[in-house]
């Protein structure tokens, strides 16, 4: 097999970041090459400081060259769009606040923001968040959590998944089997997190398990270290997480996506020969590299794919697990929306806003 067609596999499993508001060089030659089957933007990949139809136009621009570079009929664009703190959108996309204000209107909210996506032609949103509010001391989670009880963050991620997905959007449960007891950002470093499995099931796990109930078709891994459960692995490399507690005692078919490997927790590991096949056989079927943090080079993205490629070729990689995982990413791409960017009219916007103010009160 060509050394192309080889990386190119990998891209069957790879959300890529993109670096700026047009296409460089090494972009065209990532999308061109690695093929991803989705990409995931960020601030960085709209004009500020210009009008909604300067940006609007060159967003636009990007996504119609991104599915042109890549050659896919069907592929995720996806964007982190939680409200609060978590929005990458120039004005006039509505500020709705973080997930703990929602409450009884996070399926209105949710709604309203999955027809703003659409009309950026994005198809995946990656949320609802479903860990629990329960450190105060959270640098990462706090209030972009529902609820700082079990129940009431599962009530709320189950309310707004639902409305993301009566409007079109495919929704992701994240950050499993559950970040919002940390206190430490794994953006930055990796937290470690002293709970058996029983204290996941008491808490971490209920909202998940409501979120699986709805049939929620994605799930993101939390690049946490759970000694008591897997001594030497982050959830997002880890088997005893990924495939005895979510795929055998939840239940979970659906794809299984990993954090940002940019992410400080793991990206180290990810440098090392032989890491993305101990990810994928622990049951991590997508890959997000955002090239969003620490100004990631390209070249970190093609030495996961040539490991990947690697793992492949002396066997340490099963091509049965690799073929598993891509029949579940191709299953959900087959019933996922593919949207053009397209203005929203001014009164859509104003009811938004409207709702925005409402559930700030």
Excluded at 44 to 62: A, H, M
Excluded at 223 to 250: C, W
Excluded at 251 to 274: C, E, H, I, N, R
Excluded at 300 to 328: H, M, P, Q, W
């Amino acid at each position: 097999m060509p050394a192309l067609q080889k990386l190119e596999r990998f891209g069957h499993h790879l959300i890529l970041g993109i670096s700026g508001t047009a296409l460089s060089d090494e972009d065209k030659r990532a999308l061109g090459e690695l093929k991803p089957i989705g990409v995931i933007f960020f601030a960085k990949n709209f004009l500020d400081g210009v009008t909604y139809e300067v940006w609007l136009e060159s967003f636009q621009q990007l996504h119609s060259q991104i599915q042109e570079y890549v050659e896919r009929d069907s592929m995720f664009f996806t964007l982190d769009h939680e409200g609060g703190r978590v929005i990458r959108t120039p004005l006039p996309i509505t500020r709705f606040p973080q997930a703990l204000l929602l409450r009884s209107q996070a399926r209105e909210v949710a709604k309203a923001t999955a027809i703003e996506l659409k009309s950026l032609g994005i198809n995946l949103s990656w949320s609802p968040v479903a860990d629990i509010y329960s450190n105060p001391q959270n640098p990462i989670i706090g209030s972009r959590a529902f609820g700082n009880t079990p129940e009431t963050a599962a009530s709320g991620a189950r309310e707004y998944y639902l409305g993301l997905t009566e409007a079109g959007i495919i929704g992701c449960a994240k950050h499993f089997p559950g970040h919002g007891d940390t206190s430490k950002d794994s953006h930055l470093e990796l937290p470690i997190l002293n709970l058996t499995p029983e204290d996941l099931r008491n808490r971490e796990l209920i909202p998940f398990k409501a979120l699986i109930k709805e049939n929620i078709p994605l799930i993101m891994t939390a690049h946490i270290l759970f000694p008591k459960i897997d001594p030497d692995l982050p959830a997002t490399l880890s088997r005893p997480i990924l495939k005895t507690i979510l795929r055998e005692e939840l239940g979970f078919q659906g794809v299984v996506v990993s954090d940002d490997l940019d992410m400080k927790a793991v990206s180290d590991m990810f440098t090392q020969s032989g890491t993305v096949a101990r990810a994928v056989d622990a049951g991590c079927d997508l890959y997000i590299v955002s090239r969003n943090i620490h100004s990631s080079s390209i070249e970190r993205t093609y030495k996961i794919a040539e490991d990947f490629a690697d793992s492949l070729t002396n066997g340490s990689l099963s091509e049965s697990v690799v073929e598993a995982a891509r029949e579940r990413i191709e299953k959900l791409l087959a019933v996922t929306p593919q949207y053009s960017v397209q203005s929203l009219d001014r009164d859509t916007l104003v009811r938004h806003a409207e709702l925005a103010i409402a559930c700030s009160v």
